[in-house]
């Protein structure tokens, strides 16, 4: 994965000429490229290991290039900070362990040395959840996982998969897919991904409303710790006492690392069908999405764009594409202008697929839903991993581009929507740099939904995180105060870790940390994340 | 609810001539009649509350029946003890607050005061889970939360209710239906099990392969306890770190009291459908049960019974009734006489029943299955709450009747069940009390599926609790050496807390107690129960 951005080095980023002109016109931004710095550019600190340490450590990498690739996640200010050529926050080494063993020699020579340990899989936190900050310790070391990435065991009677954490999502449904299986779990990050990240960070993925998030597919996990370690075979449910598993998804790496994870996997669809669906607004599109999911109707893929999204999905396609000529032409003469896409899909078995699409599209269109066909279904599905991709574009060209989420109850929905989106207006507004702000709905529950924003605006030049870190917190404070989650799928890292008193309470917060501090006795994992500092500290 | 058995006094609960003849036969009864001793004779140590503990509770209800009915739960253990007029483990004192507040003053009396505190719902526990066991502490105290029995929220339209603790079961129906919901949670226990009771024992209803269990349906929760309290408001889904709401769930008041639930509940069906199955062995059952949960195909209730339990269930409903007349030549003429009897049931609007059954009924029958209509499934619906009474008129008859139930993997489930068959066959055998053992399949899951066991045997008359131990012991060690869960809907309680380090590892017990340590801070709440006596107690 190229260090400065997403995905490879060498894939197509370029934004068309039409969408650049909107965001020039929207956004006031020159259209002078910004492009990252050369990967030998970028300052990073000298390596702080003693000699005893790295003697302590083995066979550690401190070359230039391991420690920048692991200096950061994927968030906006990763990003900023990186292509800029800061890489002050670069770990001071990283390990590579290839068994669990070396895994539990790895945390007790860190423990030793007192060094921090930042566990790396895909990298691809959007929160901060892989900077390796070193906390209190003497410094801090990134245990890249990469080389545990077996399946290593798959149980078909069962559909039951056990799996090393390193898997990345694309090898691991090949291997899947290879007996006919899926682990049905697409986040956008599926790419590059990992087994143990979607754990460790309680993923959704795009296909969750059907497939379940994974912490409904988890069945067993194996944790590796300083302290108490913990070994929970796979079990479809069980009333023994609390639900420890649900202790570990999570638990982002703070308690100890994830060494085996044993997940629910089914067959493999032979037909997958996705389709637009058109709405005259977004309240009426949340109402019917309310109706699909209570009745047991919803699709496996369930998203809605607002007026905003809509018009801006529009934009990027180019007002040149033939569909999206046809399509407003349409959308016109059925007085649906203005209104909003929604793209619903179904995967399954041929019959299951007609049978569940045929009940879902009467209730769409029994709650004024207009139906697209598959052109628009196609579109999002050829696109599904591309968002990552399109904000490399975005900041080459001097565009601020962040994405944040929350869900709550069907009845707080809209009250939750306007204040995130009057939140980033204000903060960024007035700042002399108006967002624009869209949003989508993408995980239906019988009880709410989530709702996924991004943000645009042109940065600010020399203050990038400065901008960034206040329209951050604006939309953060107006999700807490507003009945939101902090995050639906995101997870904590950094950049959540100061709501979590407001999430959990200050007891909620207690509690997680004597899990920790009994877990992870020595007190070297992840230090500033998750958690917010302790009283005094 | 009587204190000597199940529900209220003047229930019907004596066994037709016909299966009583059965039973004489198969188990070596002499029939003679063993009844309880009367309320009055049950004796039950002096109070041990000191004046200044009294004082310090307040309005504490001390007087005999108060204390017989709040000594036990209704496992059967408990019951031989209390029939036979043993209420030693009767609790000092019973408080019925009123309120949240009084809940949370009630703990800091005890606190004070050196109590145990044991919360009481429905009193329903068969794992010892409700006995008033003080521990090391100067006295115990049974803390009824009968009068906390509110509907306090219902959110229509995000389908989510909240309840107070101490609300049974049909009286939250009721209040559900006159909404037009329902919460769908039927567990066997239904007419006096509480929502409390649910959510702390993690409780499975008769319609949850459907429903969901309760864990599936708990939204927020809300605890209050002697350290650190916790108030997790409703949310639909969360990526904000551990899960603390499975952590309360299963909790057994070892960590505090539930005072409030958010429950998802649903429409109320408008049509409910149950029928009978039969296949020609428990192995075919089996595997057209996977091949449905599998194929997303399951009914909401599915049970199968092994042979035995088929066989049982006709003598006990008599040689001479019409329906199993017909059913036994009719099975017999299509060569499935000694067969296993599946009942299917499907809840829900008119056309979704109709269209989810069709479905069901065809892969059933692929699997081996012939349909016997709608009469054994209004038979089993008719008696679904009926096997705890039937408990008790065999507990007058002599015969010891207990209950177990675990959970594993499809491809574990046979081995599981034999063992756990011959365990009770070899331990009870060698005390010259040969069981009947019989087993049904009643919770499915795409990764495996419940076994739930009843077996039946002469009471070896003075040494019935150790008889107990003995089939007790050897079943448990049969299911945790056999990859089962101890308990799949019982809980832990008294019964299993010794088998928790098989269930969860030493790490989980350590972290469980590391949970403990911080919200229960007085260390009062329900001692010798969950969790297994620390090392060296």
Known sequence: ??????????????????ALGFLREQLGITGEGRPAVTLEAVQV???GLSDDAAAKLGAARTDHAARVEHAAGKGYPDLIRLRSGDG???????????????????????????????????GTSVVGGVEPLRGEHAGVVALDLGRLDRLLELDERSLTAVFEPGLRGPEAEAL???????????????????????VATRSAGQSSTGYGRIDELVLGLRLVATGRELDLPPRPASAAGPELREVLVGSEGTLGVITRAALSVRPKPRRTRYEGFFFRSWGEGCEALRALEQAEASPDVARLSDERETELSFALAGEGGTTARIGRSYLRARRYAGGCLAIAGWEGEEDDVTRRRARSALLLRGHGALALGSAPGSAWSKGRYHGPYLRDALLDHGVMVETLETATQWSNLQALYRAV????????????????????VSHLYPSGASLYFTFLARQEEGSELEQWKAAKAAASQAIVSHGGTITHHHAVGRDHREYMAAEVGEGGVELLRAMKDRLDHAGIMKPVKLLPDPPGA
Chains 1, 2 share one sequence.
């Open 1 to 18: 994965m190229a260090w400065w951005g997403w995905g490879s080095p060498e894939a197509e980023r370029e934004l068309p000429e039409p």
């Open 45 to 47: 600190p000298v390596s």
């Open 88 to 122: 002050s926050s670069a770990p001071d080494a990283v390990l590579e362990p290839g068994s669990e063993e070396e895994v539990r020699g790895a945390l007790q020579a860190c423990a030793e040395a007192d060094l921090a340990v930042v566990p790396f899989g895909g």
């Open 176 to 198: 899947l897919n290879a007996r006919g299986l899926t682990l049905g779990h697409f986040p956008q990050s599926y790419e590059h991904a990992t087994i143990g990240g979607y």
């Open 421 to 440: 989106r009057d939140a980033l207006h204000a903060s960024l507004g007035a700042r002399g740099t108006p967002p624009l702000v869209m949003c989508h």
